[in-house]
């Protein structure tokens, strides 16, 4: 783990979020607020086959949040509802418990594993990863 949570990575992640901007007609959508700092998640999906199809997100958040957003965004075209449930809980396990940062798809969620000791950044790292799992379950929900 790095003592400095604003690494050159996560910065390079912060810097460049994809899919950024809404989408017309989502399946579903999901808008979360960190309750200790402030920062804003929007977030459209589509779904096909019980996977993300299309996104889209606006985001509102310290760099922590940004590059955690930039790391959904970049990996959640082609992921499963379980995927993502599974990256949020690692993150949640790895930034509260010490627990190894998730692997896999979202495994450049290691980036942001210097914020364990900034846990009023938590709920900003954790948005687009709640997001995420809310909005699955929404559309899975509508699509059935």
């Given at each position: 783990?790095?003592?400095?949570?604003?690494?050159?990575?996560?910065?390079?992640?912060?810097?460049?979020?994809?899919?950024?901007?809404?989408?017309?007609a989502?399946?579903?959508?999901?808008?979360?607020?960190?309750?200790?700092c402030?920062?804003?998640?929007?977030?459209?999906?589509?779904?096909?086959?019980?996977?993300?199809?299309?996104?889209?997100?606006?985001?509102?958040?310290?760099?922590?949040?940004?590059a955690?957003?930039?790391?959904?965004?970049?990996?959640?075209?082609?992921?499963?509802?379980?995927?993502?449930?599974?990256?949020?809980?690692?993150?949640?396990?790895?930034?509260?418990?010490?627990?190894?940062?998730?692997?896999?798809?979202?495994?450049?969620?290691?980036?942001?594993?210097?914020?364990?000791?900034?846990?009023?950044?938590?709920?900003?790292?954790?948005?687009?990863?709640d997001?995420?799992?809310?909005?699955?379950?929404?559309?899975c929900?509508?699509?059935?």
């Open positions: 783990m790095t003592s400095d949570p604003y690494s050159p990575d996560l910065i390079a992640l912060a810097a460049d979020i994809p899919h950024i901007g809404r989408l017309t989502p399946h579903a959508s999901v808008r979360k607020v960190s309750r200790i402030g920062s804003e998640l929007d977030l459209d999906i589509c779904l096909e086959n019980g996977a993300i199809s299309a996104l889209g997100l606006e985001v509102r958040a310290c760099a922590l949040g940004q955690s957003a930039s790391v959904f965004a970049r990996n959640a075209i082609g992921a499963t509802l379980d995927d993502v449930r599974a990256a949020r809980d690692g993150l949640k396990a790895m930034l509260q418990e010490g627990a190894n940062p998730p692997q896999g798809r979202f495994a450049a969620l290691s980036a942001v594993e210097g914020a364990r000791a900034y846990r009023q950044r938590h709920g900003s790292i954790l948005l687009a990863f997001a995420g799992v809310d909005a699955m379950e929404a559309g929900v509508r699509a059935s």
